[in-house]
């Protein structure tokens, strides 16, 4: 069994800064990509960035320059740093990753519960 625990949603300003964690625990051999989602009514579900084993990142158009990902793999967390935040960045934001909780077994996908971000004055 694995667990993600997301932590640093929180109300801010436009132009304000947030940094999102997500700790994975439990049966892991290796965790292989790991992503940042949100959700909002409007758009439902968005991918926001993600990142490999190998530090290679990717990020949605409407985040690029503002937003980075990062990952400790000695912590099996990932981060989100979140800079010049804007009101279309309200979301719901919850962490994704495919991980090996086996060296024998198959990649497994889970799922964070979320964290809300809030960007408004």
């Known amino acids: 069994q694995v667990h993600l625990v997301e932590s640093g949603g929180d109300l801010v300003q436009p132009g304000g800064s947030l940094r999102l964690s997500c700790a994975a625990s439990?049966?892991?051999?290796?965790?292989?990509?790991m992503a940042w989602y949100r959700h909002t009514p409007e758009k439902e579900r968005e991918l926001v960035a993600t990142?490999?084993?190998?530090?290679?990142?990717n990020y949605a158009d409407s985040v690029k320059g503002r937003f980075t990902i990062s990952r400790d793999n000695a912590k099996n967390t990932v981060y989100l740093q979140m800079n010049s935040l804007k009101p279309e960045d309200t979301a719901l934001y919850y962490c994704?990753?495919?991980?090996?909780?086996?060296?024998?077994?198959?990649?497994?996908?889970?799922w964070g519960q979320g964290t809300q971000v809030t960007v408004s004055s």
């Open positions: 439990g049966s892991i051999f290796r965790i292989n990509v």
């Open positions: 990142i490999t084993s190998g530090q290679t990142t």
């Open positions: 994704y990753v495919n991980l090996l909780p086996h060296f024998s077994l198959p990649g497994v996908d889970y």
